[in-house]
């Protein structure tokens, strides 16, 4: 069973389009982290949020973390073809003792 | 800056070899990972060490092991490599809990 469950898998859109992944978890979390890989390199971060409720905003990208900290958003508005790739959440459950764990990520793909 | 290096980049083995994945970090980093990816399955993490001189299992240990050397390496070893092996490996670093984890470029390893 994975600790933290995303959705969907995979997104085929079209530019201009909106969009919203989910990160979900029965653990609590002392934070959540969502990063973007594209083909052939590692994953890197995005952002971290931290306090239950919290949002940030990237650019077109907007970032929730859920009010018990055992849940995630990632929406992105008008979506681009440079918005395409791998986007995965992570983080480590509360007495993890700094485990990292990743979903299983979600499949982007913005066509023109 | 280097950030984190793996080596090597590609690997081919026999079914029963055994082999070592290297990382190195060089950004003073108490916390180093490895992890596998699939297509799929996002990353799975095999093992990690929240500080010099611990190593802990993280998802998915069996069939490797770990050597934290000092604070800047961490190797992985499959001591007899299976085709279930197969994977993309990637190591990374970072500062503590709760902060930016940094990949490597990533091991391709095909297990025939």
């Known amino acids: 069973t994975q600790l933290l469950e995303q959705s969907p898998q995979f997104l085929s859109i079209q530019e201009g389009e909106n969009l919203t992944v989910y990160c979900n978890s029965s653990?609590?979390?002392?934070?959540l982290q969502w990063y973007r890989q594209e083909p052939g390199e590692g994953p890197v971060l995005l952002v971290t949020v931290v306090t239950g409720g919290e949002v940030k905003k990237l650019k077109r990208l907007t970032f929730q973390f859920g009010d018990a900290r055992k849940d995630s958003s990632l929406h992105i508005t008008a979506a681009q073809p440079g918005d395409t790739g791998l986007y995965l959440c992570a983080g480590e459950p509360r007495d993890s003792g700094y485990a990292l764990n990743f979903g299983k990520g979600t499949s982007l793909l913005v066509t023109p | 800056n280097a950030g984190v290096t793996q080596t090597p980049k590609f690997q081919v083995l026999k079914t029963g070899q055994s082999m070592t994945l290297q990382c190195a970090q060089d950004?003073?980093?108490?916390?180093m990972y490895w992890y596998r990816q699939d297509p799929g399955m996002g990353l799975r993490l095999i093992y990690y060490s929240a500080s010099e001189g611990t190593t802990d299992k993280g998802e998915v240990p069996n069939g490797y092991n770990v050597s934290r050397l000092n604070k800047r390496e961490f190797s992985l070893r499959l001591e007899s490599a299976a085709p279930s092996q197969t994977s993309v490996y990637f190591c990374?670093?970072?500062?503590?809990?709760?902060?930016?984890?940094?990949f490597g470029q990533g091991t391709r390893l095909t297990v025939v």
């Open positions: 653990s609590v979390f002392s934070s």
């Open positions: 990374a670093s970072r500062p503590t809990g709760n902060t930016e984890a940094f």
């Open positions: 950004m003073n980093h108490n916390s």
